[in-house]
C-alpha cells in the first residue's frame, strides 16, 4: 500500500511532509524569461503537466500533493511579524476600530470622502489578498498561502472564533485552488479525520465564492437533510454576517435564514471605483446569488445548475441513499455540454463498509488523479486527497501549525496554549494498543483518526468470512514496519530477449510483480525437458495459483485483474515455509503480456500452477509453449476421471459448489495458522492488497476478488494431497465350495 506522503524515520526522530518539491520541470532561462512577461496563465499547463495556480502570470516553486503537480506563485515580498524566527507564525490581524463600526455598504456612502481615502488602500489590499493569496514568513520559512485559505483564517468566525492556521490545512486549500483551477476537474474527494474542521473550511468556501459570484447558485448536502440544514444554519450564515462590510453584498431577507441565503449585490462591485464614486448602491439591480441546503438523496440538485456544492459526510449516506448514485447526477449540475461550470467540495470519514463506507471508497480510489481517460479526466471526475489523522489531529498542533509527531525532550507549547507533553503518534498508539481487545471499537476508531488510506476503509469484524481480526493484526504490522523492505517491485525477463531460455528478476518500481523471496541461484530457472514437455523441478518447495482473462480489452476499459500468487510449503530446501512469496495483480494492454508474464514467474521458480479453466487461454499458451508440464489437473479427481479438456490443459473449474467452499476453507485455515499474531510473533504474509482483498472477500460475488481466488489456488496446489479423492473399492466374495449349514431344530439342514 502506498502512503500519499513522503516519511523518513533517523537518529534525528520522526519525519514526514504531505509533498514533494519537484525540480527542474521548466528550463530556467524559460522560466524566467515567462515570469518577467507574466505569460503563466492560471489553470491546467499541458505542456509542463502541471496546474497553474497563480494569478500573477509568474510561478516560483512546484510541489506534488498526492501525485498532482502545482505551480505555486512566485514569492512576493512576504510579510515578518518579527526578525526572530522563533516569533514568526500566523496571527490573525486585528480589523480596525474605524471600520468595524461600519456594518452594511450604505453606512459607508454616509462617511466623507476623506475618512474613505484614508482606507481604499487597505481594503484593496484586502482584495488582493483574497485573489492572488498571502505570503508570510513561518518560522524564518516564506510561507503560502491561497486566497480561500486566507479568507478563512483571517475573516471566518467558527465554533471557537477564529480558527487555526495549520500546516495540513495550508495544503489543502493548495490542493483544492489546483482543482478549481484545472479545467479537466469536477472538484476534490477528500479522504479525512474526524474534527479535521472540513466542514467550516467548505462552509467558509462556499461563502468567500458566493460573495464574488453573480446569478449562481450554491449547495449543501450531507449525510441527512438535518445535517445539511445545521451546517448551513450554524456554520454558514454565522460566516456571511461576521463579514467585513467591504465583503458583504446586500443580503435578501432575514438576516439569520434556516433555508436560503440570498444575495442581492454581490461583492465584487464594491470595487475602489465603486467606493469612490457616490453611485446610488440601493439602485443596483440584484443578481440572485443563492446558498440553499438540500435533504439527502440520489437526485438531490438533479436539473439545478450549480457553481459551488458542498459535500459533507459523503462516507456515510446508508440505504436507501447512495454518495456513487447522488454523484451521476449531481455530475451533471456542474457541466454545460462538455465544460466543467462548478466544482464539489467532498470531504467526509468513513462508515463501515456496509453502511455507506464502501460505496465512499469506490468513489474515492475513482478519483485517483494518476487513472485518467482520454479527456485526461478521473473516472468520477473528482481528484482524491488524503491526509493522515497526525496532521490534524487537535492538541498536538505547534504555534506554527505544525504537527508535533513524537515526545520531545521538553514539552511544547501547543497553538491552543496548552503544553504538548506527548507526541501525536505515541497517543495514537497508545489508544490503538486500549482497543486491542475490542477489535470492532479498534476499527471503528481506525476510520475515525486513519493513518493510512486502509484505516480509513477498515470494515466491521462480523461483516467478514474470513478472521478479520487476524487479517488486520498482520496489516497494521506490516503498516508499522518498513514493508518496502519486505516487498520488492520488478519485472521478470527472458536473458538477452530470448524466449523459453533463462529468466531474469529486475527490481523497478513500474514492476508489476511484488516479490517477497528470490530463491538462491541453484534453485532458479529448474526445468526439465521430458518427452518434448516442460516440467518443473520445484515442486516440492511450492506452488502458484492463477486467476486469468481471456480478453485483453473489455468495453468500458475496466475489467478484472489477471492474478497471480507463489506460495511455498515446507521443503528441506533453502526456502521459507508457508511463504507467499510472490503477488501480481494487474491487468496489462494485452493478454498475451499477461501470459507471457505469467510463464516467466513459473519458469523463474520452476513451480507448477493451478488455474482455473473457464477462462482456458493461459492454458492453451502454456502447452503452444511447450509448458502443460507446469499446469497442475485438479487436486480432486483421478486423472482417468478427468474431462478430454482437464486432460488436456489441466486447470480446475470455478463452477463447483464443493471447489468453492474447498478454495474458503484452504484461505480460512492458511490465515488461522499463518496470520497476524502467532506465539508472540507476526506472520510474513507481507502482501498488503491480497490481505485488504481477503477482508472484504465475499463468496457469493467472487468475480470482484481477483487476489482472493489466485492466492487461494496456491494454497490448494500446495496441499493437493488434501484434496485427492478416495479410491473406491469393492469386495467381491469369492466361492470355495465349503457347505454351510442352519443348525436350528432338531436337524441340520444344507443352506
Known amino acids: 500500500m502506498s502512503l500519499p506522503f513522503e516519511l523518513e524515520e533517523n537518529k534525528h526522530g520522526y519525519n514526514q511532509t504531505l509533498y514533494k518539491n519537484i525540480l527542474d520541470v521548466v528550463n530556467p532561462k524559460i522560466l524566467k524569461k515567462q ?326 471508497k469506490k468513489l474515492y480510489y475513482n478519483s485517483d488523479v494518476k487513472k485518467r481517460n482520454r479527456n485526461g479526466q478521473t473516472s468520477s471526475g473528482l481528484y482524491s486527497l488524503f491526509v493522515p489523522m497526525e496532521w490534524n489531529y487537535e492538541g498536538f498542533m505547534d504555534s506554527y501549525g505544525s504537527p508535533v509527531f513524537i515526545r520531545e525532550k521538553n514539552s511544547i507549547k501547543g497553538i491552543d496554549g496548552f503544553e504538548i507533553e506527548t507526541g501525536v503518534i505515541e497517543h495514537w498508539e497508545n489508544e490503538v494498543e486500549g482497543l486491542k481487545s475490542d477489535q470492532d471499537s479498534l476499527n471503528e476508531y481506525y476510520r475515525q483518526f486513519p493513518r493510512t488510506e486502509a484505516h480509513a476503509f477498515r470494515d466491521e469484524t462480523k461483516q467478514s468470512l474470513f478472521n478479520l481480526v487476524k487479517i488486520y493484526e498482520q496489516i497494521d504490522y506490516n503498516d508499522s514496519v518498513n514493508n518496502k523492505l519486505n516487498v520488492t517491485q520488478g519485472s521478470f525477463n527472458w536473458v538477452n530477449g530470448i524466449k523459453d531460455s533463462t529468466v531474469m528478476f529486475y527490481p523497478n518500481n513500474d514492476g508489476r510483480f511484488k516479490i517477497s523471496w528470490v530463491p538462491p541461484k541453484n534453485l532458479q530457472n529448474r526445468v526439465i525437458v521430458r518427452n518434448g514437455v516442460k516440467y518443473p523441478l520445484n515442486e516440492h518447495i511450492g506452488a502458484f495459483g492463477c486467476d486469468s482473462y481471456d480478453i485483453s480489452g473489455t468495453v468500458d476499459g475496466k475489467g478484472s485483474n489477471g492474478s497471480l500468487h507463489g506460495l511455498t510449503k515446507f521443503s528441506m530446501e533453502d526456502a521459507p515455509s508457508n511463504h507467499f512469496f510472490l503477488e501480481y495483480i494487474s491487468r496489462p494492454q494485452t493478454a498475451e503480456i499477461f501470459f507471457e508474464d505469467v510463464l516467466m514467474a513459473l519458469v523463474f521458480y520452476g513451480m507448477p500452477l493451478l488455474c482455473e479453466n473457464n477462462k482456458p487461454r493461459l492454458l492453451y499458451y502454456l502447452k503452444r509453449r511447450g509448458y502443460r508440464g507446469f499446469s497442475m489437473n485438479r487436486p480432486d479427481k483421478l486423472i482417468n476421471k478427468l474431462s478430454i479438456t482437464e486432460r488436456e490443459i489441466g486447470g480446475i473449474p470455478n463452477s463447483s459448489e464443493d471447489i468453492k467452499q474447498a478454495h474458503a476453507a484452504a484461505i480460512e485455515s492458511y490465515i488461522e495458522n499463518f496470520v497476524g499474531i502467532k506465539e508472540n510473533n507476526y506472520g510474513d504474509m507481507y502482501h498488503q492488497k491480497t490481505l485488504e482483498d481477503w477482508a472484504v472477500f465475499n463468496i457469493n460475488n467472487r468475480t470482484k476478488h481477483d487476489a482472493t481466488i489466485s492466492s487461494g489456488l496456491a494454497i490448494m496446489a500446495c496441499n493437493k494431497n488434501l484434496y485427492r479423492p478416495v479410491p473406491q473399492t469393492s469386495i467381491n466374495k469369492i466361492n470355495l465350495g465349503i457347505k454351510t449349514y442352519d443348525n436350528t431344530g432338531t436337524i441340520s439342514k444344507i443352506n
Open 35 to 360: 515570469n518577467r512577461l507574466k505569460k503563466w496563465e492560471y489553470g491546467y499547463n499541458s505542456d509542463y503537466d502541471f496546474i497553474v495556480i497563480s494569478k500573477t502570470g509568474q510561478i516560483g516553486q512546484i510541489i506534488e500533493i498526492q501525485n498532482l503537480r502545482i505551480a505555486l506563485p512566485a514569492t512576493n515580498e512576504p510579510f515578518k511579524r518579527s526578525k526572530e524566527k522563533a516569533e514568526q507564525y500566523w496571527v490573525k490581524a486585528e480589523y480596525p476600530k474605524e471600520l468595524n463600526r461600519i456594518k452594511t455598504r450604505f453606512d459607508w456612502q454616509d462617511y466623507p470622502i476623506d475618512f474613505k481615502e484614508k482606507w481604499f488602500d487597505y481594503i484593496d489590499e484586502e482584495f488582493r489578498k483574497r485573489d492572488e493569496g498571502y505570503w508570510f514568513y513561518n518560522k524564518g520559512v516564506a510561507t503560502y498561502i491561497t486566497g480561500t485559505h486566507y479568507m478563512y483564517l483571517q475573516w471566518s468566525k467558527i465554533d471557537i472564533g477564529a480558527p487555526d492556521y495549520r500546516e495540513a490545512n495550508r495544503l489543502f486549500y493548495i490542493f483544492w485552488e489546483a482543482c478549481k483551477a484545472d479545467n479537466r476537474c469536477y472538484g476534490m474527494c477528500y479522504l479525512k479525520n474526524r474534527r479535521s474542521g472540513f466542514s467550516f473550511m467548505s462552509s467558509a468556501e462556499l461563502v468567500n465564492q458566493a460573495t464574488i459570484s453573480s446569478d449562481a447558485r450554491f449547495g449543501i448536502l450531507s449525510k441527512s437533510g438535518s445535517d445539511a440544514k445545521k451546517m448551513f444554519t450554524d456554520k454558514v450564515v454565522p460566516i456571511s454576517v461576521n463579514y467585513p462590510f467591504f465583503f458583504k453584498p446586500i443580503q435578501d431577507g432575514m438576516d439569520r435564514p434556516k433555508t436560503e441565503l440570498a444575495y442581492r449585490v454581490p461583492a465584487s462591485k464594491l470595487t475602489r471605483r465603486k467606493l469612490e464614486s457616490n453611485e446610488q448602491l440601493r439602485e443596483l439591480d440584484g443578481l440572485d446569488t443563492t446558498i440553499d441546503w438540500k435533504n439527502t438523496g440520489d437526485n438531490s440538485y438533479d436539473g439545478e445548475k450549480l457553481k459551488l456544492l458542498a459535500h459533507d459526510e459523503s462516507g456515510k449516506w446508508e440505504r436507501p441513499d447512495n454518495i456513487l448514485n447522488n454523484w451521476r447526477v449531481t455530475k451533471t449540475t456542474l457541466r454545460l455540454g462538455s465544460r466543467i461550470v462548478g466544482k464539489c467540495m467532498m470531504g467526509s470519514t468513513s462508515n463501515a463498509l456496509d453502511k455507506g463506507g464502501n460505496n465512499f
